[in-house]
């Protein structure tokens, strides 16, 4: 059974929309996770020694 060309296109379209759609999706909840993991690195309290000098022999 073949179906009308017109329906095969409607039919790829929708899918391409609704694949879109989850990419879409899936970037803006990457997007929050980094929001979120950047002020959680903001709200840390500086150290007045630890991180303000760099072992490059560890």
């Given at each position: ?13 929708l ?44």
């Open positions: 059974m073949q179906i009308p060309a017109q329906a095969a296109v409607e039919s790829a379209l899918k391409q929309a609704v694949a879109l759609s989850v990419i879409k999706q899936s970037a803006q909840a990457e997007k929050g996770l980094a929001n979120i993991l950047e002020q959680a690195a903001q709200n840390v309290p500086a150290s007045a020694t630890r991180g303000t000098a760099l072992n490059i022999k560890a």
